[in-house]
């Protein structure tokens, strides 16, 4: 015979009698004397009030991370059916990474097709008509065949 499963109210109520509501964040006896400010042990991304230049410039380099790995090496290529403007980058002869926004899965002529035909556009593997246009950005120079940026967890700033 299996246990039976408490409530999730009764749970979080026994948790909360266990463990307290965990209110008591000011309280830190590791604190060095004379230093005040927000905790931030547990936090992802500290916040730095009292430095305002060090939050800058690790805002700066969140975001410069961020841009590049989100783009590195991606190129604007525009459909030559529907002029849905997709990134692209070519890691070789089988590999594409094509970046969707949802301006270019709205624009898509073919994606709009399927949906109107009833069928799940996220299930196709891509647009034929934008695999053309891809091989013709190639073709053109406007496309690396393969990619020749660096990966992005390179350590470049």
């Known amino acids: 015979m299996a246990p039976e499963v408490p409530e999730v109210e009764d749970l979080a109520r026994s948790m909360l009698m266990l463990y307290g509501p965990h209110d008591d964040h000011d309280d830190h006896v590791d604190e060095p004397a004379g ?19 060090r939050y800058e410039a690790i805002r700066a380099a969140t975001e410069r991370d961020s841009d590049r790995y989100l783009h590195s090496g991606l190129v ?18 089988g590999y594409t990474s094509v970046q969707w926004n949802s301006a270019a899965v709205s624009q898509c002529a ?33 496309l690396e065949e393969t990619s020749s940026a660096p990966p992005p967890g390179d350590g470049i700033d």
């Open 35 to 53: 230093e005040s400010g927000p905790d931030t042990r547990y936090a992802r991304q500290p916040l730095f009030p009292v430095d305002p230049d």
């Open 76 to 93: 604007p290529v525009e459909c030559r059916h529907c002029r849905a403007t997709v990134e692209v980058k070519k890691l070789g002869p």
């Open 110 to 142: 073919y994606f709009h097709a399927e949906r109107e035909a009833g069928h799940d556009s996220s299930r196709n593997r891509g647009c034929p008509n934008l695999g053309k246009s891809i091989r013709h950005a190639i073709a053109e120079g406007s």
